[in-house]
């Protein structure tokens, strides 16, 4: 069972995360993202899936010499799971991009194909 | 005795001067001292960080052999080099993690999480084929990692330059 402080950082990871203070990396695992601190501790969040293929998430704690510090269970503290969304989507830039397409905003002058018949003036000859 | 009272104070000016100069002498030497011992500790100090960038140097070698192992499907090859790897950065990280910024430290601890998953996932896989998803999922770590620790090598670099220079001067 977490404790209360465990609780604590796992919030603390939720606010930083999605205020963008904090960088989550993608690994070679789909389900597994990293974020390091203080230039001697990292993060890890993790999505498992058990017998009956329901997922499950964890997040780890470790330090400088890979030793695990703490772990806390998404069925433990909800935010955990939370924060595997949060992990996933920072660590892909998902917000940026969808930023990104809606500032811009689309072509609308411009359809990209006509849907209606062919016209003669359509034809520029 | 008459005699030796006239020389009594030829003697104690020979005696003060002596010891001034053996004073000066001292100080002289100690200042000497305390240079050399100035110049072995910057010496021991840039010995240490070309250790750590040839150590970085290294990882990030056998980091780019990864990746050709990783492109010809050789899996032995992947997993004994990212044996090697964790282990160096790990020591490298021990020794001279003081020598780094907190944004590159945190950077190699990153990319050895990455390293440690490509040989993770590679054994998950055992011998069966690779999915795009997969094959995509390795390489994109891989390049992670070997960014991270090329940074943290430009670092370390420039910090050996930098001390190169400050020495010259």
Redesign the interface.
Known sequence: MPTERDNEFVQFLVNNTKAGKLRW??????T?F?????????V?IDRGSDDEDRPYYWMTLLD???RELMQVYGYHNALVVELFDLARRNSLNVDAAIDEIMEGGLDDDKPKSSSGPITDEDIPF | MADLNNYLPAIDIAGAVASVVGLSFTIYVLIVAKGVKKQVEEAKALARKRNLVEELNDASQKLEQIGNFLQQRQWVGVQIRTAEVLTIC?EA??RW?DH????????V??A???V???A??LAEIGQRELTP?ENK??A???L?ASGHISDALGEARRQEERDGSNDAN
């Open positions: 990396e993608i690994t070679a695992d789909p597994k990293v974020a390091g601190f203080k230039g001697k501790y990292k890890t400088d010499s890979e | 790990r990280m021990a993690s780094l910024s907190e944004e590159r430290r945190n950077g601890s990153t050895m999480t990455q440690q998953t490509i993770t996932q998803r999922g390795l994109a770590a891989h992670k």
